[in-house]
């Protein structure tokens, strides 16, 4: 079965530190690879997605992802965080021959000023 | 961008009661939604694909008889909770996936305490 792993649980860091959320799936396949982001008192937006092509992705709000397809990992980067990215992230996978979304346990990120 | 509303945002039952929560797509048609439960500190798991005009597709595990999804429009989804226990008590969330460009967009979640 599909499944994808967060491992950074809560993440704190200062305002201008850089930012690594690790994500890694299982399944064999081809997949379309996504990061959400979920403000306080919102709901999940997304932050950007994999499909195909240039493995380095770039998203919303000067964060980017890499898919390393050996390593099974899309992790999720940004070389500044600032105070407004303190929400939850979530990792989700979508192998190409089904409609299902199977997410990551989150990782709640913290920026202090 | 395009909008999901899902309602209500929190609901308080006593057990053995059903409660139902609306997922909206307020500009865009979906043939097809989704719905999900998160526990807390936990993974958003998948319960169940609807789908316009058929029966919903549920995930193994899922009670398809105390989880009533219907979505007789394209712009509307429910999840009834039947007979709801304390340990239905969870976040539910829908997604609805925009017809003209595939893109997926989602609810605020429902908040559901069964006392």
């Known amino acids: 079965a599909q499944s994808v792993s967060q491992h950074n649980h809560h993440v704190i860091l200062s305002e201008a530190a850089s930012l690594e959320l690790g994500c890694n799936y299982s399944?064999?396949?081809?997949?379309?690879l996504f990061w959400y982001v979920q403000y306080p008192g919102q709901h999940l937006q997304l932050l950007l997605k994999y499909f195909s092509g240039d493995p380095l992705v770039k998203g919303i709000k000067g964060f980017e992802a890499e898919f390393i397809k050996s390593k099974f990992s899309f992790n999720l980067r940004k070389p500044s965080v600032q105070w407004s990215d303190t929400a939850e992230y979530f990792c989700?996978?979508?192998?190409?021959?089904?409609?299902?979304?199977?997410f990551g346990t989150g990782t709640r990120l913290q920026v202090f000023p | 961008g395009a909008v999901v509303s899902q309602h209500p945002s929190w609901v308080i039952c006593k057990s053995g009661t059903s409660v139902k929560i609306e997922c909206r797509s307020l500009d865009f048609q979906a043939t097809t939604m989704f719905w999900y439960r998160q526990f807390p500190k936990q993974s958003l798991m998948l319960m169940a694909t609807?789908?316009?005009?058929?029966?919903?597709?549920?995930e193994q595990g899922v009670e398809k008889d105390k989880f009533l999804i219907n979505h007789a429009s394209l712009t509307l989804s429910t999840l009834t909770v039947t007979s709801a226990h304390p340990e239905d008590s969870s976040f539910y969330i829908c997604?609805?996936?925009?017809?003209?460009?595939?893109?997926?967009?989602f609810g605020s979640g429902t908040q559901l305490s069964v006392l």
């Open positions: 399944y064999g396949g081809t997949v379309n």
């Open positions: 989700a996978v979508n192998a190409l021959n089904t409609d299902k979304l199977i």
């Open positions: 997604s609805a996936r925009d017809m003209a460009n595939e893109k997926l967009f």
């Open positions: 609807s789908n316009e005009g058929s029966k919903a597709t549920y």
